[in-house]
């Protein structure tokens, strides 16, 4: 291919340092590079590349010219990196087609160990109601209404605290940088502009290991003179109403705020400005509570007070307090932020007289309006996710936080609001207090998310399919804010089982690497002493207390997100580094899971024979475990309030060990991968015990297994928990499950990421396809026909009479059938962690009429599209007439440069092919829906 003038070959996409494009606040001591290659040449492959680092346009680091492929994780091995310091880095490539390229990006680095010169302040307050953990807290019991309408019901709650810091810039401003942080959230301007557009910095952590700072560059902001920087302070997760009980208090009852602002002049001298100087009062928001909502007064505006010529005189001093620093870390990461705004549906008037605001889609985020009124109105915004069976607004969700209520008193004229310290959960807004009618116009839908890049794109004949994939993306958007949750209403609490089910799909819609690895260190932090991570992560004081209740910290599952996770990053995103960081807890972890399994018998034991009494150290088959959670057929039409935690007790005994040997399995292939022989062959061996015993104890010679339940036979399936003889006989009772149960599934959380794998790989693609197409309760698609938005915690959440069940509508579990579809129906495979090779192996054959998905991996983008034609080849020749038939299939894939493929053609036959698009248009087999 020849060259046009100007034109380049070869292009650099995409650099990033530690999987972040242009970072603030890099905390490694060495970072990585990486980057996507471009190329108008067919199989492209990068052949060596050369990595340079400046400082302040003084070259620090050059790597000198690398004969390597290696595009995804290039290691700074310069000088130690300075704290605070802009650092620009290039990198040039050249392929092996003769082309080469360069490209430069920029990073920040954090403080690293720069001992802080600011203090830690809290303004003047009265600390919040509600003691520490305490379980009953503000009436907040399950399923206890705590109506909030009243306007003086917020007992307890404090008022946000406004701060200003002003100061001097003396001469002209080389760097800015300031760090600050809070006990609560914050919202930070310098002299009324915002550094940058994040919400509720400084997000949820294990606040007591790990409590995030943020870096800005702010010298744009400055100017010579007086300046101020400005603080709103509120609740958050510090002092705010948490969980499904609306507990107060978990870290602290008072709000506090830490920030140091370093200023170099052009001269070379510098100056710092210190939350210690803050004055404090409080504003128009009387109350900002994460879960509960805000209560804003506008009339209480300090107008002015973000400028530096604000009369503050009548502030009051903050006083210090002596808070603990080597908690504080970094945040170079993904910010939350407002990530997509619209104009909401419809506003209509319910069966019960009530305004109601529809957005048209269920999110998490908030509602701004702007409105004309006199002083005085009150404007109340309730939020909620569904309508009740006539249509008419509704609270289903259980717990305290069913009452989510933003409420605004208005000042005189035409006005604005926008919530800052808060998030619903909702589709619906009842509202109340409007000066004259509603138009939709009038109002903005938020959604809130941290702001990670999409990297898939999915899209098929099938317009359910297609609804469904969208559901599955707007409940993991709704579900990754700062941390994975399992929910935006009830709880946003960052339960690990929720993870394990959902981690290899969330890993195909956007590119979570970076915000799932920061998510691990909580894990770690939290990891308890024998070695349990627990349920929750960040494990709030009130989930301590539910789990002491159960009398476990941990659950099968739940725990094994350190091993899973990681693993399922590394096999998205190709980068071994989140193995070896994670390998000291997962080890930890194996270790607490084989204590226990050796040491704890289970009931009866005494009167075992030896063989059974031996196998029960293989056995982790003791104990609390949420096991197979939310079985369907335990839940469907069941309103008793023990319903849920049954599936659990009745699952337990069988999923625990199931999941030994899952987590023994992948910690093999870990410790191969790690180059940790003796480990890798220490879990190959285990693991096969623990296969052994499970199936001595478990399965009859029939193929039946203990509790007979699907869930239990797909985990048995997947883990290979039979020898090769019995697979298909608990195959062919996995099968009759789903028959007896009208053809649809039955499993719970633990067991339905797997069932679409588990028949796809056991000869039973059609009984996959069957699930995929059912459209009966249980199933995705009887989600999507009685209107769902997102994905459900419960199938039947709407119930097939049209009663509303008090499940959260806005649980992203049960969306990990998601990368199936893109595994199976695109046909998009790693062959090789990172897709360094992949393989495209489409299912012609699944009833669709046309596929198209991409996945934007580390290498760049995977494209593949394919479509039956409209020609026919006949149905004679087909061997069931009736569902089979003969047809000829295009088919265009697009690899990646530095990547190759093989490419399972329609035909069957199967092609290897290096990096560009390619086209086939052949015959296949296919099924007629
Ligand atoms: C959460 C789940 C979680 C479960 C534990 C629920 O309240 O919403 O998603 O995993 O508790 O079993």
């Given at each position: 291919m020849l060259k046009k003038k100007g034109e380049e070959m070869l292009k650099i996409k995409e650099l990033k340092c530690e999987h972040l494009k242009n970072p603030a606040g890099i905390g490694k001591r060495n970072p990585i590079f990486s980057w996507i290659l471009e190329s108008d040449r067919k199989n492209t492959f990068q052949a060596a590349c050369q990595v340079k680092v400046c400082e302040e346009n003084?070259?620090?680091?050059?790597?000198?010219?690398?004969?390597?492929?290696?595009?995804?994780?290039?290691?700074?091995?310069?000088?130690?990196?300075?704290?605070?310091?802009?650092?620009?880095?290039?990198?040039?490539?050249?392929?092996?087609q003769g082309d080469s390229a360069e490209a430069d990006a920029g990073f920040i680095t954090a403080r690293f160990d720069r001992p802080w010169k600011a203090s830690w302040v809290e303004p003047e307050q009265e600390p919040a109601y509600g003691q520490k953990g305490d379980f009953h807290d503000v009436g907040a019991t399950m399923g206890v209404h705590t109506d909030l309408r009243g306007l003086?019901?917020?007992?307890?709650?404090?008022?946000?605290?406004?701060?200003?810091?002003?100061?001097?810039?003396?001469?002209?401003?080389?760097?800015?940088?300031?760090?600050?942080?809070?006990?609560?959230?914050?919202?930070?301007?310098?002299?009324?502009?915002?550094?940058?557009d994040r919400l509720l910095a400084p997000e949820i952590s294990s606040y007591h290991k790990i409590l995030q700072y943020q870096v800005y560059d702010a010298a744009g902001l400055l100017r010579e003179g007086k300046n101020v920087i400005s603080v709103k302070l509120g609740d958050g997760w510090w002092t705010g109403r948490v969980g499904c009980m609306g507990n107060a208090c978990q870290f602290g009852d008072t709000t506090a705020f830490l920030m140091e602002g370093q200023i170099e002049y052009e001269d070379g001298t510098t100056d710092h400005v210190l939350s210690d100087d803050a004055v404090s009062s409080t504003g128009p928001l009387l109350v900002a509570d994460l879960f509960v909502g805000e209560k804003y007064d506008a009339r209480k505006e300090l107008d002015g007070w973000e400028t530096a010529e604000y009369d503050d005189s009548s502030w009051k001093p903050v006083k210090k307090a002596e808070y603990p620093y080597d908690n504080l870390q970094a945040q170079a990461g993904t910010p939350i932020r407002i990530i997509r705004s619209f104009t909401p549906k419809a506003v209509f008037t319910d069966g019960n007289g009530d305004t109601v605001i529809d957005m048209g889609q269920n999110i998490?985020?908030?509602?701004?309006?702007?409105?004309?009124?006199?002083?005085?109105?009150?404007?109340?915004?309730?939020?909620?996710?569904?309508?009740?069976?006539?249509?008419?607004?509704?609270?289903?969700?259980?717990?305290?936080?069913?009452?989510?209520?933003?409420?605004?008193?208005?000042k005189d004229g035409r006005q604005t609001y926008q919530p800052c310290f808060t998030y619903h959960g909702f589709r619906y807004v009842r509202l109340t207090g409007w000066p004259g009618t509603p138009k939709t116009e009038d109002f903005t839908a938020h959604v809130v998310s941290t702001d990670?890049?999409?990297?898939?794109?999915?899209?098929?004949?099938?317009?359910?399919?297609?609804?469904?994939?969208?559901?599955?993306?707007?409940?993991?958007?709704?579900n990754t804010t700062g941390i994975p949750t399992d929910c935006p209403q009830r709880e946003k609490a960052g339960w690990t089982g929720d993870v394990t089910v959902y981690a290899p799909t969330m890993c195909f819609l956007r590119d979570e690497e970076e915000f799932l690895t920061r998510w691990l260190g909580n894990c770690r932090a939290e990891q308890q002493e024998h070695g349990e991570i627990p349920t929750v992560v960040p494990f709030l004081q009130c989930y301590k207390e539910i789990n002491t209740y159960y009398g476990s910290d941990t659950s099968c599952g739940w725990g094994d997100v350190i091993v899973s996770v990681p693993w399922n990053l590394y096999m998205a995103y190709g980068n071994r580094d989140v193995l070896k960081e994670n390998y000291g807890a997962m080890k930890k972890w194996m270790q607490y899971v084989q204590h226990c399994a050796e040491n704890e018998m289970p009931e009866g034991y005494e009167a075992f024979d030896e063989n059974r009494k031996e196998r029960q150290k293989y056995l982790w088959n003791t104990g609390f475990h949420y096991g197979d959670w939310l079985v369907p057929s335990m839940l469907k039409d069941n309103r008793d309030d023990m319903a849920m935690i049954n599936t659990a007790y009745a699952t337990k005994e069988v999923v625990a060990p199931a999941f030994y040997a899952y987590s023994t399995n992948l910690m093999s292939r870990i410790a191969e991968v790690l180059g940790e022989?003796?480990?890798?062959?220490?879990?190959?061996?285990?693991?096969?015990?623990?296969?052994?015993?499970?199936?001595?104890?478990?399965?009859?010679?029939?193929?039946?297994?203990?509790?007979?339940?699907?869930?239990?036979?797909?985990?048995?399936?997947?883990n290979d928990l039979m020898s090769e003889?019995?697979?298909?006989?608990?195959?062919?009772?996995?099968?009759?499950?789903?028959?007896?149960?009208?053809?649809?599934?039955?499993?719970?959380?633990?067991?339905?990421?797997?069932?679409?794998d588990v028949l796809t790989e056991n000869g039973c693609k059609d009984a996959a396809y069957r699930l995929l197409w059912q459209e009966k309760c249980p199933s995705w698609l009887y989600e999507v026909n009685n209107g769902a938005t997102t994905m459900w915690e419960s199938w039947a959440a709407v119930r097939e009479d049209g009663e509303i069940e008090k499940h959260s509508f806005n649980h992203y579990a049960y969306g990990c059938v998601g990368d199936w579809m893109y595994r199976e129906l695109a046909g998009i495979k790693a062959e090789e962690a990172g897709y360094r090779r992949i393989r495209i192996e489409p299912s012609y054959d699944c009833g669709l009429e046309y596929v198209k998905g991409s996945l934007k991996s580390p290498y760049g983008l995977i494209?593949?599209?394919?479509?039956?034609?409209?020609?026919?080849?006949?149905?004679?020749?087909?061997?069931?007439?009736?569902?089979?038939?003969?047809?000829?299939?295009?088919?265009?894939?697009?690899?990646?440069?530095n990547t190759s493929a093989v490419v399972v053609l329609p035909d069957g036959q199967e092609c290897r092919v290096g990096s560009g698009v390619w086209k086939w248009q052949q015959e296949t087999k296919v099924r007629v829906k």
């Open positions: 003084e070259l620090i680091w050059d790597s000198g010219r690398m004969e390597t492929d290696c595009s995804i994780a290039c290691v700074y091995k310069g000088p130690e990196l300075k704290p605070l310091k802009s650092y620009q880095w290039s990198v040039t490539v050249w392929d092996d003086d019901d917020y007992k307890g709650f404090q008022p946000v605290q406004y701060l200003r810091i002003p100061f001097e810039v003396k001469k002209p401003v080389k760097h800015a940088f300031f760090c600050a942080t809070a006990h609560g959230v914050y919202e930070i301007a310098v002299n009324g502009i915002a550094p940058d998490a985020g908030f509602l701004s309006f702007t409105v004309d009124a006199p002083a005085g109105n009150v404007i109340r915004m309730e939020h909620a996710e569904v309508l009740d069976k006539n249509g008419c607004f509704c609270k289903n969700i259980m717990g305290a936080n069913k009452d989510q209520m933003d409420v605004y008193i208005t990670v890049e999409d990297i898939g794109s999915f899209e098929t004949s099938d317009p359910k399919i297609n609804r469904l994939q969208k559901n599955i993306w707007w409940s993991q958007v709704a022989k003796e480990d890798c062959r220490y879990y190959k061996e285990l693991n096969a015990k623990v296969r052994q015993a499970f199936e001595a104890e478990y399965i009859d010679s029939d193929g039946h297994i203990k509790s007979d339940m699907q869930g239990i036979y797909v985990l048995a399936l997947k003889e019995l697979r298909p006989k608990v195959v062919r009772r996995l099968l009759e499950k789903i028959e007896e149960n009208n053809g649809c599934l039955d499993t719970g959380f633990l067991s339905v990421p797997f069932i679409m494209r593949v599209s394919w479509k039956k034609d409209n020609t026919w080849s006949g149905k004679d020749n087909a061997a069931d007439p009736e569902t089979e038939s003969r047809k000829s299939v295009s088919l265009e894939v697009a690899v990646p440069a």
